[in-house]
């Protein structure tokens, strides 16, 4: 199963890329429980359910052109957990500066989707809040 997990945080990545933020919710439970870095700029709070997701990610989107978001390593740690290191981009639509960053991030999953999402302003942070060590 932790294969199948790995796989899966993949396939919602790549339907984000393909199809947008629709794409990225079909691979989403509808009780997603998901929280930006705490104290982040773009920290909303608790995010709870597909509305939610859906305006967290619009923000990003309206707010750069050419947004992308992918993951460049996907670790499974086990206990239905992936670790994924996240790298986004784009050019601000209002200022036009470009933006290119890498934030970690735990999922858990339930029956193949995402049910859980925590972000993380490092590698260290997010493979502790997994139970693992580097």
Known sequence: MSQENVE?????????????????LKHLTHDIDHRAIEGAPDDRGPMHGKDDIRAYVRDWLDTFDEFTAQPVELIDAGEGQVVAVIRIGGRAKLSGVETDLTYFAVY??????IARGREYATREQALEAAGLSE
């Open 8 to 24: 899966a945080v993949g396939a919602a990545y790549q339907a984000f890329a393909k199809h947008g933020v629709d794409g990225f």
């Open 108 to 113: 858990t999953l339930r029956d193949g989707k």
